[in-house]
Every structure is written in C-alpha cells, then in structure tokens.
C-alpha cells in the first residue's frame, strides 16, 4: 500500500510540476516559437498560428477532448494528454522511477502546448530538467482516428531531434470518455 501512495505521490507531483511549466511558459508570450514563425517578404516576422493554449484551460474546465489519455510514443515513453476544446498539452516522459525534487534524472521529460486542427496538431514542446536531455522546438503531428495514432510529419527548431515518431493510445477504454460517469464522482445513495 505504501509503494502505491508514492507512486500515486511521484506522479501528482510531476503532474503539478508539467502544469506548473506550461502555466509559466504561457504567460505574456502568446506568440509561437521563432523556430515554427515564417517571415514575409520583408524579412519581418509573420505572427502565423497561435499556438497558446494556456486560456483554453477556463473554457469549460471540465471538458475532456478526443485526444485525452495515455499514450505510448515510438521511443518509449508515455505521453499524458489533455484536449480542451481545440487546445492541447502534453507531459511526456521515460523517467522509470521520478525521484522528488532531484533533477538530471536518466531519460526525458517534456511538456507541450498547442492546437488542433481537424486532424492536424500544431505543438510547442520542450524538455524539463527532471530528465538528463534539454532540448525543444515545434511538432506537427497528424491524427489517424481509425488507428488511434498520432503521427509526427514535421518538426520544427535546432533544438536536439525529438525521440517519438509515432504515438498510440494506451488502454483506450481507460480513457474518461469512455466512462464518463466515473469522472463524475460516486452516485448519490
């Protein structure tokens, strides 16, 4: 029971640190990275797509999008994600066991931020110092609905080249919509 309540605590507190990164990394810079922004004629920069996702949390909070769940990518690593809406993040890592507070830990951890559209996914991502890589950039990724996949098409940045090519749902049936009740608390006795 005692290795379970730290698992669950490890978890929480990598999850709270991904919010707490993205939340940051949102604030007073809706503008995407220079890496994923074209340039008019001019040589100024083009604002492109924004890729904020940081507002789309207060939409309706509760909302749980069709890309919401566990995924596993081609690399190894497992992707925790959240759909609101048309906005997206990620916290992704290989960290077998998260030691508390202790960073540089062997495998990555990252977190992304970003839009869909249609069947197109447009994300911001960047390595966080619990894992022993640092690096970042832009992803686009395409959704195969039929395969339940997300595939990358494109990556943007010179940052070191992201692991995943692939990402497949784990346990799809896991997933909150698929038991929507569940997420709803205990029924009233």
Same mark, same amino acid.
Do not use: C, H, M
């Given at each position: 029971m005692r290795t379970r309540n730290v698992i669950r605590l490890q978890r929480t507190t990598a999850i709270a640190l991904a919010v707490l990164v993205l939340t940051v990394a949102g604030c007073g810079n809706d503008a995407p990275s220079t890496a994923a922004t074209d340039h008019t004629a001019s040589g100024a920069p083009d604002s492109g797509a924004d890729l904020s996702a940081i507002a789309c949390a207060t939409d309706d909070p509760t909302d749980v999008g069709e890309l919401s769940g566990a995924w596993l990518g081609s690399e190894g690593g497992v992707y925790y994600i959240r759909q609101v809406g048309d906005c997206l993040w990620w916290f992704g890592t290989d960290v077998d066991d998260i030691q508390r507070g202790q960073i540089d830990q062997a495998?990555?951890?990252?977190?992304?931020?970003?839009?869909?559209?249609?069947?197109?996914?447009?994300?911001?991502?960047?390595? +966080?110092?619990?894992?022993?890589? +640092?690096?970042? #950039?832009?992803?686009?990724?395409?959704?195969?609905?039929? %395969?339940?996949? +997300?595939? %990358?098409?494109?990556?943007? #940045?010179?940052? +070191?080249p992201f692991g995943a090519t692939t990402f497949t749902r784990i346990e799809p049936e896991a997933s909150p919509l698929a038991n929507p009740s569940e997420s709803a608390g205990p029924e009233p006795s």
């Open positions: 495998g990555f951890a990252n977190v992304a931020s970003g839009r869909v559209d249609g069947d197109r996914i447009e994300v911001e991502w960047a390595d +966080l110092p619990l894992g022993d890589t +640092l690096g970042g #950039g832009g992803l686009t990724l395409v959704y195969d609905a039929e %395969k339940d996949q +997300l595939t %990358k098409i494109e990556q943007r #940045g010179d940052w +070191l």
